[in-house]
């Protein structure tokens, strides 16, 4: 019998302690459990903010995020950046609490001053992923972050300051500022137009751009690497500041359009800014692609204007220079001929080797006129150097001539390239030529 009671206790005893042990095991669960969400965030429709920054709502939309804000005097309805959209769900997802507090079914939170939080977001799924999920955050005012989820509504979470500071955004955190949208190597046609300056417009063909406007230079070159640059800078143009209530431009005339094509049969990319009489240090812009208008500077908005002149493709000299076989050279009274030999180039005369004449070949394709070119050279130009270059018949390929103007601004001298134009162009490389062939001693 004292065997059987002794068996009956030793049962007792460890079912007791076995059940301690388990309750134990759940309170420590409960109280330590310091994981913040488990629900994935997919399918997302919408997330509420609001805050101290004010409030907004993000909303997915065909193609990307939308963002609405409510306006002193209109709701405002621009584009989100999705990336800054999924870092920010990101962000809530992956928080990590130093503990959590239990035991709040029956209204517990409100507590620690969840009942009023300083931040709640509201994140809405699709149909099929079930209910949304809020969450809430306030500051117990000495750095300490109580946080609450509807996931887990038995739990409060304590974090660290900088938990609010990174979820705390305002709208303007997530809007897109770019004033274009279009794929560099997509475009196919450039517009410019001025109300009171410069306009032309440039199409794209196999060999580059040529202008469709103004009608002086129709079907003349543009620069390729002018526009490529020009069409760079307009793809990272942004905003200064988005405007988050309405702007009247009706019957105004913009100072400046700028117009960007893809394709052929879609409509182009187009920003118009207009004067602000109040504010003469800056623009109002209104772009195809934002749907609210904004503001940027006077001085970012006078880089965006180009001339005709600025595009313009303004190489004076086209050569294949694969073909050059003699170059000569008259500089003064003195006469030069170099030809080119199997080891390089020879001076005919002295039987001399010459380096660096390719390079000077290279340079002359690669002179562009600064200025708009003259029928008739000034009276004050004066001739200092002529050029010929031919090919391995003897044939002319092309003639330049060389002269100085004390009228020219410095740096530039006139060049004639075997027609009745003459360009003003760098002087540098007529400065490097009297170098390599000075004008003989008269000793």
């Known amino acids: 019998m004292k065997r059987i ?15 301690g042990y388990w309750y134990t095991s759940l309170q420590e669960e409960t109280t330590d459990n310091t994981r913040w969400l488990s629900r994935p965030f997919a399918n997302v429709r919408s997330i509420h903010v609001q805050g101290a920054q004010g409030t907004y709502m993000l909303s997915s939309i065909k193609g990307g995020w939308e963002a609405q804000v409510p306006g002193a005097s209109w709701n405002v309805m621009a584009r989100a950046i999705p990336d800054r959209v999924t870092d920010f769900l990101g962000r809530i997802g992956e928080l990590t609490p130093y503990r959590s507090i239990g035991g709040f079914d029956q209204g517990g939170p409100e507590e620690y001053g969840l009942d009023a939080p300083d931040l709640k977001i509201i994140v809405a799924f699709s149909e099929k992923q079930g209910d949304s999920l809020t969450i809430k955050m306030t500051s117990d005012g000495g750095g300490t972050i ?36 279009f794929t560099q190597d997509e475009v196919n046609k450039v ?5 009171f300056g410069s306009s032309w417009l440039v199409e794209k063909r196999k060999e580059g751009f040529f202008f469709a406007l103004p009608g002086y230079l129709k079907e003349k070159p543009a620069s390729d690497s002018e526009l490529k640059l020009y069409i760079h800078s307009l793809a990272l143009l942004k ?19 700028i117009k960007i094509w893809e394709g052929k049969d879609v409509e182009p990319s187009t ?13 109002l812009g209104k772009s195809s692609w ?24 303004r190489t004076v000299v086209k050569l294949d220079l694969g073909l050059v076989s003699r170059f000569i050279v008259a500089h003064g009274d003195t006469n030069y001929a170099v030809e080119r030999g199997e080891t390089g180039w020879r001076l005919l005369d002295s039987k001399k080797d010459l380096q660096g004449i390719d390079m000077f070949l290279w340079r002359f394709t690669d002179l562009q ?5 003259l029928n008739n ?23 330049l001539t060389f002269y100085a103007d004390p009228k020219l601004p410095q740096g530039q001298c006139w060049m004639k390239n075997g027609g009745k134009m003459y360009y003003p162009v760098s002087s540098r490389l007529l400065k490097d030529l009297q170098g390599m062939f000075p004008v003989a001693s008269s000793n």
């Open 271 to 283: 920003v118009d800014f207009y004067t602000i009489k109040e504010n003469t240090a800056e623009y």
């Open 146 to 181: 109580y946080g609450w989820n509807s996931a887990s509504p038995g739990l409060v979470y304590e974090f660290g300051q900088e938990v609010l500071d990174t979820l705390a955004l305002p709208a303007l955190q997530f809007l897109d500022t770019r004033v274009f949208n």
């Open 239 to 257: 905003a200064g500041k988005l405007m988050l209530e309405p702007a009247v431009t009706d019957k105004r005339i913009p100072s400046l359009t």
């Open 5 to 19: 009671s002794f068996y009956l206790t030793t049962i007792v005893l460890i079912a007791i302690c076995g059940v």
């Open 369 to 373: 006129f600064e200025a708009l070119p």
């Open 377 to 399: 050279l000034p009276d004050s130009a004066v001739k200092l150097m002529y050029c010929k270059l031919e090919d391995a018949e003897g044939e002319k390929l092309t003639e």
């Open 290 to 313: 934002l749907t609210v208008p904004f503001t940027l500077d006077a001085q970012s908005v006078g880089q965006l204007v180009r001339s005709a002149f600025d595009v313009q493709g």
């Open 191 to 195: 517009q410019l137009v001025q109300p």
